[in-house]
């Protein structure tokens, strides 16, 4: 077993260990304790705060119990990319909440996939359950990174009924991952019936979509929807993480986010900028479990005058590309959707012209769009500035083979969405 104390010094582990329980909360509770020594598993026990001194060795840990309360803002975000940073490497997590002094079925436990969830709704939890969610983590990891995981007790060591119940338990355990498997995969066929079934392509405009999830779901949406014979308002918008709790929170933010309020037979479009505010209002009203947040760029086009109003929330700025001309960035100020309750967002306009394209796009495209110098600001990549003059659908294929062949480090892994509209030369 691990030390059960709470450690004072980054103790790196040396060898394999099954769980790290990672706590404000000053140590270990003893009926954890127990249940770790029971089945006995090897373990950790680590102040939040150390994390960074053992991100060098992930590849040691099997699964990570995080035990939390009374965190600041400040501390909510740092353990938000703690277990981004956890997940990243398949290291699955358990997340504690409510935490009471006993018993153990006090405890609150975020139903979760293979990894983290940071979930609206927590039910208790009893024992038999955390040892089921910790054998399931394990044996994900197994599977994940052909880790042999083994009991800190030496084989030799082990009763044959101990053996045999634990081959039980992981097989059982191996079951639990094959049905998770498949139920992520239908959620991510549900989440794709959110998605337009089809472009409002007209004389007008020309649209493209590109919809890339890093797993089975998604952490990013999109819409594009015509709002009156005039009017089309469309958006991107990326929730913190991977997974199932990204994906929850994207049908949460296509349902929260309103073009238009109707009146009796009389209706009203919002500008780009009520609707931000609007949406971040509903956000931070839900009063969201686990720390979750979400970036999104709204933009409204009307299709006879061509002038594109557009807001953004911590987003990606758009991009607009002219003919014959460098792309350039659409900045525009917005802090981030779910944090801050008052808010305020601004909007700007832009005239477009007969053959721009404009394109929005998750920060998971960035890498092959362009990236920011702090000597020369952002700049496009190479590969996008080969083909920005292609029509708008050749050009997102053009994108998708270029994402698809490329090699990416596995942590760098990310949802990828791109929506592009254009304008054709003979409008």
Known sequence: MG??????????????????????????????KRLLKQKRLSSLVLPIGKFHGILHRLDLIGTVII???????????????????????????????????????????APSRVSFSMSATMESVSLDELW??????????????????????????????????????????????????????????????????QLPNTDEVQWATTFLPAEWVS????????????HIGFYVADAVGHGIPAALLTIFLKQALVMRETIESNYRIFSPAEVMKSLNSRMTAQKLSGYQFATCCYCLLNTKTLQLTYARAGHPYPVLISPRQQPQQLEIRGSLLGIFEQADYIQQTVQLQPGDKLLLYSDGADPFI????????FNFSEEFCEIKDLPIVEMTDRLNILV???????????????????IPLHF
């Not at 910790?134 to 044959?160: D, F, G, H, T």
């Not at 952490?219 to 005039?230: A, F, P, S």
């Open 219 to 230: 952490g990013d949406i999109y819409d594009i929807v015509r709002i009156d014979e005039q």
């Open 3 to 32: 030390k059960a104390g709470l450690i004072t010094a980054v103790e790196v582990p040396k060898s394999f260990t099954d769980v790290l329980y990672l706590t404000n909360q000053g140590q270990i509770p003893p009926e954890i």
């Open 132 to 197: 089921v969610r910790i054998s399931v983590n394990l044996a994900y990891r197994k599977r994940c990174s052909e880790i042999v995981v083994k009991p800190a007790v030496p084989p030799e060591q082990l009763q044959s009924t101990h053996s045999n119940k634990l081959a039980e338990q992981l097989r059982m355990a191996g079951a639990l991952v094959d049905n998770l498997s498949e139920q992520l995969r239908m959620a991510g066929l549900v989440q794709r019936d959110f998605l337009p079934a």
């Open 67 to 109: 035990d939390a309360e009374g965190l600041s803002i400040s501390q909510q975000q740092k353990l938000a990319r703690i277990i981004e940073s956890l997940e990243m490497k398949s290291v699955g997590v358990i997340l504690l909440n409510n935490r009471v002094e006993s018993p153990v079925r006090s405890f609150s436990l």
């Open 370 to 377: 362009g990236c920011f110098d702090d000597q020369a600001g």
């Open 404 to 422: 698809q062949s490329r090699e990416i480090d596995i942590s760098e892994v990310d949802d990828i969405t791109i929506v592009g509209l254009e």
